[in-house]
């Protein structure tokens, strides 16, 4: 199993920054895929960026630049800077790993941080 922890959303103003983190614990070397994800109420989950050994690290098209995942394998931990932000980036931030043991795929969320842009 994996355990995931996020931190680091809260109020920012438009045209801000915040860092999100996302600490990884447990089976890491089981882990195939990592990711950001985010939801609004009333909304499936849209994929941020993503990160594979294989395929490397691809952003959403309305990230634009934006944001920047990096990842520290020492500490176990990625990151989400997000620089630009705008009031459409509001909303609840997830940090999703993706492990395959043999033929089976399991997917690990943590609890979401909250990110709110607003003046």
């Known amino acids: 199993q994996v355990q995931i922890a996020e931190s680091g959303g809260g109020l920012v103003q438009p045209g801000g920054s915040l860092r999100l983190s996302c600490a990884l614990s447990g089976d890491i070397a089981s882990i195939y895929h990592m990711g950001w994800y985010r939801q609004t109420p009333g909304k499936e989950p849209e994929r941020v960026a993503t990160i594979t050994d294989k395929n490397g690290v691809r952003y959403a098209n309305f990230v634009k630049g934006r944001f920047t995942f990096s990842r520290d394998d020492l500490q176990n931990t990625l990151y989400l800077h997000m620089n630009s932000l705008n009031p459409e980036d509001t909303a609840t931030y997830y940090c999703?790993?993706?492990?395959?043991?043999?033929?089976?795929?399991?997917?690990?969320w943590g609890q979401g941080t909250n990110v709110t842009v607003s003046s």
């Open positions: 999703k790993a993706q492990t395959i043991v043999g033929r089976a795929a399991t997917n690990y």
